[in-house]
């Protein structure tokens, strides 16, 4: 079992749409990135979380550390916003600089 | 802004043979992580150095080393390619602040390689 689970797996929408994609992790943790990587292209960083909630523009991140559970929101959605939108969660450990584990993405495509 | 630099952004390799691929953090970042994803996967945590010292381990393979230099700048170096090397590799790149226990982190580009 992967210790982060993102559900939809799949998800297509009208232009406009509210979409949320979740984000469930088994382990302990520091923070949590929600990531967007576009076909073929590089990862950019959403937010980092690790409590309570996050906007920026259109976008707006929870986190429940208790329920180990986090959402992605996307309010008014454009086409543009087609993409692979990843969770990765720093677990909680004592270093610094530990890599993320990732989950497996939510492929998001909005239809005009 | 500076953004995380890598490069070269794309590399063909035949089996066997050997790469380097480099990452160029963001000035002032302390901290470099790569990670690895291959085809329809999601990526894989490779190896990250903090003030040039490996800090964290992932899934590296035996056959592949990094390490990081004066400059924080870090090079990944992967010997006896095979077929499944193919992959993206990304490097992001984070700068430890006081008191600080998770530090956000940012990605370069990657670096597309192809072994035939």
């Known amino acids: 079992k992967n210790e982060v689970e993102q559900s939809p797996q799949n998800l297509t929408a009208q232009e406009g749409e509210f979409i949320t994609i979740n984000c469930s992790y088994s382990v302990g943790i520091s923070a949590l990135h929600w990531l967007q990587q576009h076909p073929g292209g590089g990862i950019v960083s959403l937010f980092m979380?690790?409590?309570g909630k996050k906007k920026h523009g259109r976008l707006i991140a929870t986190i429940n550390i208790q329920e180990k559970h986090s959402s992605l929101h996307i309010t008014a959605s454009h086409p543009r916003d087609s993409a692979v939108y990843i969770c990765a969660v720093l677990p909680l450990t004592g270093g610094g600089a530990d890599g993320l584990t990732f989950g497996k993405g939510t492929h998001l495509i909005i239809q005009p | 802004a500076a953004g995380v630099i890598q490069s070269p952004r794309h590399l063909i390799k035949e089996k066997r043979e050997t790469a380097t691929l480099k990452c160029y953090p963001i000035?002032?970042?302390?901290?470099v992580y790569w990670y690895q994803q291959g085809p329809g996967q999601d990526p894989q945590f490779l190896i990250s150095?903090?003030?040039?010292?490996?800090?964290d381990k992932g899934s590296i393979p035996d056959r592949f080393s990094a390490q990081q230099f004066s400059d924080y700048h870090s090079e990944l170096n992967m010997s006896s390619l095979e077929l499944g090397d193919s992959a993206l590799y990304f490097c992001?790149?984070?700068?430890?602040?006081?008191?600080?226990?998770?530090?956000?982190?940012?990605f370069g580009p990657g670096t597309r390689l192809t072994v035939l």
């Open positions: 150095f903090y003030e040039k010292m490996q800090s």
């Open positions: 979380l690790s409590s």
């Open positions: 000035p002032r970042h302390d901290t």
């Open positions: 992001a790149s984070s700068v430890r602040t006081s008191g600080s226990l998770y530090n956000e982190q940012f």
